[in-house]
């Protein structure tokens, strides 16, 4: 079993910066891919950021690319998304989610555990 569980989110202006955490239970953390979502009041969870195991692939959504970095510490358990720029439409709940497929996907549906989700607003 693995835990989850994110930290960093909060209400910034547009064109500001946050970033996101998630912590995972387990000693297997590092052999997994990570992956980031979100999901906007009335829309579907969307895809946001994949990591593989290593932290060597990188995988981001067409909306964040250039904007949002993912990178990981498995020294540390932990998963970060630095968010720059931000605009209004970045509003939404940011899920955290571990793969133990080992395919950096984009799917929801290869991720295994999920967080509970930190809440991220940004005002015009």
């Known amino acids: 079993q693995v835990q989850l569980v994110e930290s960093g989110g909060g209400l910034v202006q547009a064109g500001g910066s946050l970033r996101l955490s998630c912590a995972a239970s387990?000693?297997?953390?590092?052999?997994?891919?990570m992956g980031w979502f979100r999901q906007a009041p009335g829309k579907e969870r969307e895809f946001v950021a994949a990591?593989?195991?290593?932290?060597?692939?990188?995988y981001y959504a067409d909306s964040v690319k250039g904007r949002f970095t993912i990178s990981r510490d498995n020294a540390k358990n932990t998963v970060y998304l630095q968010m720059n720029s931000l605009k209004p439409e970045d509003t939404a709940v940011y899920y955290c989610?571990?793969?133990?497929?080992?395919?950096?996907?984009?799917?929801?549906?290869?991720?295994?555990?999920w967080g509970q989700g930190t809440q991220v607003t940004v005002s015009s």
């Open positions: 989610a571990a793969d133990t497929g080992g395919i950096v996907a984009d799917n929801s549906y290869e991720y295994d555990y």
């Open positions: 387990g000693r297997t953390f590092s052999s997994y891919v």
């Open positions: 990591i593989s195991w290593s932290g060597g692939t990188t």
